[in-house]
């Protein structure tokens, strides 16, 4: 029988559990000295999908100057226009729990939920998550976009590990099922 697919979140928020600024900056984070690239390679080498919404799609673009960073992965970017496709990007625009659960029974590596907030806040409403990767760094911003928006659901998490680079924490947990 083949290993199932698992949903992964890998992220790091502040001490007090932002993603970024208001203004979307993450220049708080990257004053942080970590270590290596922080465990980066090493899960990115158990994925071969990717899944984002598009206003993450769209920074990450912003900030990597059109250059794609993801381009032997399969990606998926959400969103609510209907967007053509590139030749690193499918844009998706149907019901996140339903495309979820047909990626997980394809054959393959585990799939990373890059963000952002919204989708996020939906894979963890619907139960689609699998594991967590939260890396911590050693800044409290005061306000911005949390990790976790507030609503009405609930996660039981068992920890897997906890591992450290440098000034970062990284937790691991496996979503109870």
Not at 44 to 63: A, L, N, P, V
């Amino acid at each position: 029988m083949k290993n199932p697919r698992n949903i992964v979140l890998f992220i790091a928020q502040s001490l007090d559990g932002y993603i970024a600024t208001k203004e979307d900056s993450l220049e708080w984070l990257f004053k942080v000295e970590g270590e290596g690239d922080n465990g980066y390679s090493e899960f990115y080498e158990e994925i071969d999908t990717i899944i984002m919404g598009k206003r993450t799609y769209d920074w990450i673009m912003k900030h990597e100057k059109g250059q794609f960073p993801y381009k032997n992965k399969d990606c998926y970017v959400f969103s609510r226009s209907q967007l053509e496709d590139t030749a690193d990007v499918k844009f998706v625009n149907e019901d996140i729990v339903d495309f979820a659960n047909s990626l997980k029974k394809e054959e393959g590596k585990n799939i990373w939920v890059v963000g952002g907030g919204e989708l996020l806040h939906t894979f963890l409403k619907e139960e689609l998550l699998d594991e967590l990767f939260i890396t911590i760094a050693p800044a409290i911003i005061g306000d911005g976009i949390p990790l976790f928006k507030s609503g009405n659901y609930e996660l039981d998490l068992k920890l897997k590990g906890t591992r450290t680079f440098n000034q970062f924490v990284e937790i691991h947990y496996t979503v109870k099922k």
